[in-house]
């Protein structure tokens, strides 16, 4: 383990953190969680009805017991952790060094604050609770309530870092009850009409009103400057605080409403002048000086590049996962086997492509640019947007 320094989403890969699929078991519907799926609850699945997942009050309908938990079905969870496992031998075959988090422990079932209790999720998507901002780790106040403690499964490589010299805050935990939540984007911005939970926040003795939360994955770095997408109001006092704290060092840029949660689901940065993004739309919302670099806009994806699921499985991220991919070097790129339009694609603009399997990426939720949290890149603090 060498001296962290990340900086951005290209330079050469020498260390990497790859997520853990272990004793993932459940997902748990409540309203942290339906807001954060809240885009492919409305928009990304339109061949379903108009409310995708069991309404809560459907208890004659829906499979799900009372609490609200939905079972993932194991071998799903098997073939992720092999899909895990590939990822990892891909990126140790190019010379990166890969580090895991803890496993989450088979008793460990929940996590629980003075406000509300969840089930807990393993350290799978290790992307969207930590920036690395140079030199420092900083984790992020979650988004979903079940990921509340997730960062404490990477504590071990932190603490590796931390004694090589990294700087490491932890950005203020938000209480998140119901009342911390800006419910405007789900309900202005909804195909079919919000998910019920959304329509009906729950009054705490806890409530302070919106907080602060915002999800590393909301920026993209590049170099010394950082674009974040701004989607609410908790999205936006999570952008003040990095504004604050990072002054004079990190230049931010606020783009709004390009996604719901993360912005890696709809551009990524593959190389100085090269933006990798799900539409030509992308475009008009970018920072004027990202405006005139090249865009990659990759084919639709296809329906048979995904596994078939049954209706009672939750589906929770779109069709465009596939462009959530992992650059190792401004010119290598790992790509999901299963999407050849999108490796030609990227062929054509001079990249390598190193094709590697993830199978359920639907029904987990993240890529392989979410399943990775880049620690270690050669690249520093250069200025490519003047």
Not at 90 to 97: D, F, M, N, Q, Y
């Amino acid at each position: 383990m060498t001296t962290l320094n990340s900086f951005d989403e290209w330079s050469p890969l020498r260390e990497v953190v790859v997520g853990s699929a272990t004793n993932y078991t459940s997902h748990q519907r409540e309203l942290s969680f339906d807001l954060f799926f809240h885009d492919n609850i409305a928009g990304d699945n339109s061949t379903r009805s108009e409310w995708y997942y069991p309404r809560l009050t459907a208890r004659g309908r829906s499979a799900s017991p009372p609490t609200g938990t939905v079972a993932i079905k194991q071998r799903y969870v098997e073939e992720l952790a092999e899909d895990l496992n590939g990822i990892e031998e891909a990126l140790t075959a190019l010379g990166v060094t890969v580090l895991r988090p803890m496993d989450v422990d088979a008793s460990t079932a929940e996590v629980r604050t003075p406000a509300w209790s969840a089930s807990v999720v393993p350290p799978l998507n290790v992307r969207d609770n930590t920036l690395i901002a140079g030199d420092e780790i900083i984790e992020t106040p979650p988004m979903i309530r079940s990921r509340y403690f997730e960062t404490q499964f990477l504590k071990p490589v932190f603490q590796r870092y931390f004694e090589r010299g990294a700087r490491w805050t932890v950005m203020p935990r938000p209480l998140m009850t119901d009342s911390s939540f800006d419910l405007s984007y789900a309900r202005v911005s909804t195909v079919g009409g919000p998910t019920e939970p959304i329509a009906d926040p729950q009054p705490s003795c806890y409530d302070v009103g919106t907080e602060m939360m915002i999800d590393a994955a909301q920026i993209l770095r590049l170099g010394r400057d950082m674009v974040v997408n701004v989607s609410t109001a908790h999205h936006s006092l999570g952008c003040d605080w990095l504004e604050r704290h990072l002054a004079g060092r990190f230049r931010i840029h606020r783009v709004h409403r390009l996604s719901d949660s993360h912005i890696d689901s709809m551009v990524l940065a593959l190389r100085p002048g090269t933006l990798l993004v799900r539409s030509p739309a992308v475009r008009d919302k970018l920072p004027e000086a990202l405006r005139s670099w090249d865009l990659i806009t990759p084919p639709a994806p296809e329906g048979d590049h995904f596994p078939s699921y049954d209706d009672s499985d939750l589906v929770l991220a779109s069709p465009f996962i596939d462009l959530n991919v992992l650059s190792v070097t401004p010119d290598t790129v790992l790509v999901n086997d299963a999407c050849p339009e999108l490796m030609r694609t990227l062929e054509k603009h001079a990249f390598t492509v190193v094709p590697v399997r993830h199978r359920h990426r639907r029904l987990f939720g993240g890529g392989f640019h979410c399943f990775t949290l880049d620690t270690v890149r050669e690249g520093g603090a250069e200025d490519y947007l003047s």
